[in-house]
């Protein structure tokens, strides 16, 4: 298991990478690679933990050994109620544990390294600018972003001249410089349903109809000749929902 000893932020921005590195790993497992990450996490096995890296990948295993363990550690278990609920409410409930052994292995440098008070603040606010991972799974995020810029005015739109084109949020390269700013700062608050990372005009991005949540084209492995062959697109979240009895 990759852990702490090899590599120790010591300043802001570092920690800050790390932070965002972690994230990211838990985003993939509980958005893009969903189906892998459930069926890991079985509940036969022994009490299981999420980890996430500082190189934006993700493990199932058992917790550390050592006692105090070299970082903060993971909720404990998450496999056991993976069949006892609803496996939307499942995913939030480890997506909420993410958040909080983000934010622990965060301030554990924070406090190792000697942050005082103003790197503290600097750091969470760092933090605090990104959406959480549970935000994130439940769409939580996305409803934010609607109510600084309406996203669904930009896709139906699009979508009256091209109901595939209404899928993606691509942007057409213009001539006019200001009317791409316009564009960027129209959509600049839109959200990426797997990764977090904010709308960019010189980005392919496309939009799932069941849940509505936006991604960039390369985080779902969709190319634009690829969508344009999509009748319906379901991201991978909304693929792997299965009906519970």
């Not at 996203?151 to 979508?159: D, E, G, I, L």
Request: proline content about 5%; aromatic content about 10%; charged content about 30%.
């Amino acid at each position: 298991m990759e852990g702490g000893a090899q590599y120790s932020p010591r300043t802001v921005e570092e920690v800050f990478r790390d932070f965002k590195g972690r994230r990211n790993g838990l985003i993939k497992a509980l958005t893009t690679d969903v189906e892998e990450f459930y069926q890991q996490c079985d509940p036969e096995k022994e009490n299981l933990c999420l980890y996430g890296f500082p190189s934006e990948q993700w493990e199932v295993n058992l917790p550390a050994e050592e006692v105090p363990p070299e970082l903060p550690e993971p909720a404990l278990g998450i496999n056991f109620s993976r069949d006892g609920m609803q496996e939307k409410d499942w995913l939030t409930l480890v997506a909420v544990h993410g958040d909080a052994w983000l934010l622990s292995v965060a301030f554990y440098f924070g406090a190792r390294f000697g942050f005082d008070k103003a790197d503290r603040k600097r750091l969470f606010n760092m933090i605090n600018d990104l959406p959480t991972i549970y935000e994130i799974v439940t769409g939580a995020a996305k409803k934010q972003v609607k109510d600084r810029s309406s996203v669904s005015n930009h896709s139906s739109n699009k979508s009256k001249s091209n109901s595939k084109v209404g899928k993606y949020a691509k942007v057409e390269v213009k001539d006019e410089e200001d009317g791409l700013n316009e564009e960027e700062e129209e959509h600049g608050d839109t959200l990426c349903g797997a990764c977090g990372e904010n709308y960019a005009s010189d980005e392919f991005w496309i939009c799932c109809d069941l849940c509505e949540r936006w991604f960039h084209g390369k985080c779902v492995k969709i190319t634009p000749a690829k969508a344009e062959h999509i009748k319906q697109y379901k991201c991978p979240s909304c693929s792997n929902k299965r009906p519970r009895p």
